[in-house]
């Protein structure tokens, strides 16, 4: 019989993929009302804060001060792709296409990763797995292109849809590094820096794309669009990975990463009840082919 422990654990886990699914919503109403780069720049700086203060009270800054050249290095690169390139991929995106929709990219996130951890580092990728991989990109691919597979081939895709795929890519680079250069680093350490890294490089792009100018229009922002800043900071990212760290540390990665599979569906009944977006059939069909 499950602990209460571990049912705080599971129910943790399940709101970590309700947030991470909202996050899509929060930012389609972010992009339009702010510049996509000045949103981005805004969620990364006031989430490092927060978990900087985090980091100090649970384990002071001595871990920070004990990390290497090397490891900073690493970091840096990592907070390029997983923060800095993603998020810019992923807030331009939402300006052409419907939150839901780019929701069920997140069924693609884990798949690049496992096949080249397969080739790279000769991990083994049974039936099970290989079947939910194809599942996965099956319904994301189907939900991405509405249904139009010659879509995904003959150029019908739009600006919105590649910067999606490239978020995806971004994703599975910032995955590979952290196998390949982060080991041993805590994950909210890792984290931290990842995050404050890839926020400064939003901020000297915000700058250098969208100017002063864009800077300025955060004074016409309804206030819609700041709670949804709120939800994307406090929800979306501080919680939801602290969550996530809580769940890695008592199941292990591999038991709480299945959560991550709901984040999809998440996403899609967000954006349609609350943002009133059309609930297409490619989308009523990827609910069935997520693993």
């Known amino acids: 019989m499950m602990n209460a422990a571990h049912l705080r654990i599971h129910v943790q886990l399940v709101g970590m993929a309700l947030f991470w699914g909202a996050n899509w ?16 720049s805004l969620r990364f700086v ?17 871990p920070l001060r004990a990390l290497t050249c090397a490891q900073w290095a690493g970091l840096a690169l990592a907070g390029f792709f997983g923060i800095y390139l993603y998020a810019v991929c992923f807030m331009i995106a939402l300006q052409y296409i419907p939150a839901g929709k780019g929701a069920t990219s997140v069924a693609l996130n884990p798949v690049l990763p496992l ?42 895709l739009g600006s919105g849809e590649y910067l999606l795929l490239a978020a995806v890519l971004s994703w599975s680079a910032y995955t ?31 700058f250098a794309v969208e100017g002063v100018h864009g800077w300025q229009q955060l004074m016409q922002a309804p206030p819609v669009a700041w709670m949804s800043l709120a939800g994307v900071v406090l ?48 989308l009523l069909e990827t609910f069935a082919k997520i693993p």
């Open 176 to 206: 590979l590094i952290a196998r390949l250069l982060l080991k041993g680093i805590p994950p909210l350490i890792s984290t931290v820096v990842a995050a404050g890294s890839g926020s400064l490089m939003l901020l000297v792009t915000s």
């Open 46 to 62: 006031f989430s490092t804060a927060v978990l900087l203060l985090w980091l100090y009270y649970r384990q002071g800054f001595a």
């Open 115 to 156: 096949l080249l951890a397969a080739w790279l580092f000769r991990e083994p990728l049974n039936l099970r797995i290989f079947c939910g991989m194809v599942l996965a990109v099956a319904g994301a691919l189907l939900a991405i292109s509405r249904g139009d597979w010659a879509a995904l081939f003959s150029g019908g």
């Open 25 to 40: 919503s929060f930012a389609k109403v972010m992009v339009q009302h702010m510049p996509p780069i000045v949103g981005a």
């Open 235 to 282: 929800l979306a990212t501080v919680l939801s990975y602290l969550w996530y760290f809580d769940g890695i540390k008592a199941l292990g990665a591999g038991k709480a990463a299945v959560y991550m599979a709901l984040v999809p569906v998440f996403g899609i009944a967000v954006a349609t009840l609350w943002l009133n977006e059309p609930l297409h059939i490619s």
